[in-house]
């Protein structure tokens, strides 16, 4: 397995690889002012690694983000369905994320790849 | 004793994730629903407050206070603003909201418009605050002191 881990300010974002499947996990807080200047070189970075590979995104251990993610958060997403493989992406059912989970099942409809799915937080 | 909290900060970023963390504590005995929608809006109002305010004889800081009154929950920021077109934008945001029956069609309209250009950034917060938060927000703009009040019910 291959390991990357990207963190700042309280954000982390670690993603590993074994074969042909991958999982990226969010954790922490995103609340600076500019997420993407952060997130946009992440993106790249584990576009690159994570190319032919079935991709899950696990936003469910985040703790907040702000409006400002959302746009990063969803270019991740937009990059990943690109790829042509199966992409879930697991928000929680809790809180702050559940309207979160709801729209984002809305939005994903446009992308070919995508599976959104909500997770009890543990 | 209902929950109060005023303060006012200078523009710095820090801020916006300590007072976040102060209306949580404030907030510690309503419930989760009502902490997460709180500390969702006072950061989002601050981080509008700290990004396009301005700092002003009049307004040199920025005020932010935190009130419950019977059922009703009200986060308020003050900042001073001379840009007339952040203030006609905020303004044409919050008349948008006002007239918006159905508010999370708003936000999606602007998720898609995010997905379809990821290069673009901003435009959510105020509608995060309503459909989120589930806020009314109202502006009032006077010698370029804008005062941005979010309100809502607690049950």
């Not at chain 1, 576009?47 to 590979?53: G, K």
């Not at chain 1, 809180?95 to 997770?119: F, S, Y």
């Amino acid at each position: 397995m291959i390991d990357w881990t990207y963190e700042q300010d309280g954000l982390v974002v670690t993603a590993s690889r074994a074969g042909g499947k991958a999982r990226i996990h969010w954790s922490g807080v995103s609340d600076s002012r500019s997420p993407s200047a952060f997130l946009v070189p992440v993106e790249q970075e584990l576009l690159t690694h994570l190319r032919d590979a079935e991709v899950t995104v696990d936003f469910s251990q985040l703790e907040y983000m702000n409006s400002a993610t959302v746009a990063p958060m969803l270019s991740l997403i937009k990059g990943l369905d690109a790829i042509g493989k199966p992409i879930v992406v697991i928000f929680s059912t809790a809180d702050w994320q559940r309207p979160h989970l709801k729209c984002m099942t809305a939005v994903a409809r446009t992308l070919k790849n995508v599976t959104i799915e909500g997770r009890a937080q543990q | 004793m209902q929950p109060e909290f005023q303060t006012t900060i200078r523009p710095v970023w820090h801020y916006v994730r300590e007072i976040r963390t102060h209306v949580g504590e404030a907030l510690a005995n309503y419930p989760s629903e009502v902490r997460t929608a709180a500390t969702i809006t006072a950061a989002e109002l601050l981080e509008n407050a700290i990004k396009y305010g301005e700092s002003m004889t009049q307004a040199p800081s920025i005020q932010f206070s935190l009130a419950v009154n019977n059922d009703e929950l009200r986060i308020e920021t003050v900042n001073g603003c001379t840009n007339p077109r952040g203030l006609k934008e905020l303004r044409d945001r919050i008349d948008e909201l006002a007239a918006a029956r159905d508010k999370v069609s708003l936000y999606l309209t602007r998720l898609e418009e995010l997905l379809a250009r990821p290069s673009e950034t901003g435009k959510l917060g105020l509608y995060r605050i309503a459909f989120e938060g589930e806020f009314d927000v109202v502006c009032t703009i006077k010698d370029n002191i804008v005062t941005v009040t979010a309100t809502r019910k607690i049950s």
